[in-house]
């Protein structure tokens, strides 16, 4: 059976940061539903003219755009052994949903890592945020600047701001994930497959922790 981990926590905790990570070290497929999204405004598809508005905004791109572009994502072949999900599910919805597209798949969700940290830290992280624009590798100004500044490590292309990075639009973020994405976190919970994780420490240290409690429940 396919192993599919959620990650979940507000926007600006570290939650791609590890998912990257953690698909290099568990072999599954990364898939970001906010990269999936930015890379169709970036081809300017019809998707992408209609999710624009939203992550411009920082709202949430409808329930049934987001659901059917996930099922898409998961049907291709990367994704047969598992995949990590980094930004899905984000509302009661779409958490329901993606059961049902497992089933299809002969997948499951194993374990949900929930990673929290004060708000404070979550604007100066987001703010800080700088994003490459090849292949969305993930850097900050402050706590983990590229060696040549403006340029992504990885693949030497320009390294740029969201602009769903401002602040103002980083605390809409923020309180859209208060209303709608935290009721996720008791439903997983009660599935006992919640992972509880500081992300207040270091990138390594989350990591580690990460890394350790996903072994000890045997994945
Ligand atoms: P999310 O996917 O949850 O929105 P990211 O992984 O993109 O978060 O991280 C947000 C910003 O915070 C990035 O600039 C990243 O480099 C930085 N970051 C991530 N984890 C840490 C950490 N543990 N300590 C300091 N900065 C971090
Ligand atoms: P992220 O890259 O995870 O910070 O997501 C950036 C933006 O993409 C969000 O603010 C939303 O506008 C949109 N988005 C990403 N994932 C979802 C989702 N699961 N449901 C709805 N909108 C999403």
Known sequence: MATFIVMLGPPGVGKGTQAKTLAEKTGLAHVSSGDLFRE???NQTELGKLAKSY???GDLVPDDVTIGMIRER????DCRVGAILDGFPRTTVQAEALETMLKDFDGQV???PYITAAESILVERASGR????????IYHQKFNPPAKEGICDE???QLYQREDDKVETVTNRIRVYIEQTMPLVDHYRRGGRLI????????????EELLESLEQTGK
């Open 110 to 112: 194993d374990k949900v």
């Open 40 to 42: 169709h405004i970036k």
């Open 55 to 57: 992550l411009d905004r």
């Open 74 to 77: 998961l049907g291709r072949v």
């Open 130 to 137: 700088l994003t490459c624009r090849a292949n969305g590798h």
């Open 196 to 207: 509880e994780i500081d992300g207040s420490q270091s990138v390594e240290r989350v990591t």
């Open 155 to 157: 693949d030497g292309s």
